[in-house]
């Protein structure tokens, strides 16, 4: 099953967020989070924002982060 996921940059940094760094996760995210951040051809260039399908694994490997810190700090939304 695949499911859309959005990353986009954060402006701020809540102090009960769980901020995981790239190192920290799995091989599935680690290959796929790079070109997310470049921007895809669905992405919202005008906010940073950018959206991917993502399935069981990519999900898996992002484990409980609420934003992830690359090149900036993004945050993650899975709907």
Known sequence: MSTTITLEPAD?????????HYDELGESAKARLPALTRGPPDSDES???Q???????????L?????VK???YYVLSVD
């Open 70 to 72: 690359f090149t900036d």
């Open 51 to 61: 959206t991917a399908t993502a399935d069981d694994a990519f999900l898996e490997s």
């Open 47 to 49: 906010s940073g924002r």
């Open 12 to 20: 701020e940094i809540p102090a009960d967020c769980r901020v995981c």
């Open 63 to 67: 484990g409980d982060c609420d934003l």
